[in-house]
T-cell receptor
């Protein structure tokens, strides 16, 4: 069974530029999560989708971050414009049904904003 | 005060040692307790989860939850160099994908 797929793995951009990250969850997993992990910290939830619906986006900085999961499968997270403080690893995770305690993570996208 | 506290280490042990990793928490509503392993430049990998109090064993790994003390532990027996990684605890209130609260992770090195 394929795991959570993310791309790109690494991205370096200048501040004020836009950037997008893509995630394809494990097949059949209806819940998808985007996390941000700063160096030396645990992941912090940005947004959670149940199928196509964003059910928890309270931690998403909505002035510059946006996300979509149009067909309830893969998802895109966008930052526009990027700031220096956005440098972090962006992780995507997925889970099935009511097993939210079993979240499976992708390898992450390491973003560096210069 | 953070919801979840975890000693960041680093922790260095000889091969074959028993390793104890710990987290404390403040929210008594937490019901699910997870341990993840994260290798450098990789995503977190789920090791184990426990519901409510008690012990759970999986091979060389044992997870313990003491809700009365708000304290959870992960024990690794017969530690191997391949166990060298950062170990993250995570907790949530419910099973339906409610927000995970992660510790900061403990960096472990097992020396051959």
């Amino acid at each position: 069974e394929a795991g959570v797929v993310q791309s790109p793995r690494y991205k370096i951009i200048e501040k004020k530029q836009p950037v997008a990250f893509w995630c394809n969850p494990i097949s059949g997993h209806n819940t998808l999560y985007w996390y941000r992990q700063n160096l030396g910290q645990g992941p912090e939830l940005l947004i959670r989708y149940e199928n196509e619906e964003a059910v928890d986006d309270s931690q998403l900085p909505k002035d510059r971050f946006s996300a979509e999961r149009l067909k309830g499968v893969d998802s895109t997270l966008k930052i526009q414009p990027a700031e220096l403080g956005d440098s972090a690893v962006y992780l995507c995770a997925s889970s099935f049904g009511d097993r939210g305690y079993e979240q499976y993570f992708g390898p992450g996208t390491r973003l560096t904003v210069t | 005060q953070k919801e979840v506290e975890q000693d960041p280490g680093p922790l260095s042990v000889p091969e074959g040692a028993i390793v104890s990793l710990n987290c404390t928490y403040s929210n008594s509503a937490f019901q699910y307790f997870m341990w993840y392993r994260q290798y450098s430049r990789k995503g977190p990998e789920l090791l184990m989860y426990t519901y409510s109090s008690g012990n759970k064993e999986d091979g060389r790994f044992t997870a313990q939850v003491d809700k009365s003390s708000k304290y959870i532990s992960l024990f690794i027996r017969d530690s191997q160099p391949s166990d060298s990684a950062t170990y993250l605890c995570a907790m949530s209130v419910a099973n339906t994908g409610n927000q995970f609260y992660f510790g900061t992770g403990t960096s472990l090195t097992v020396i051959p």
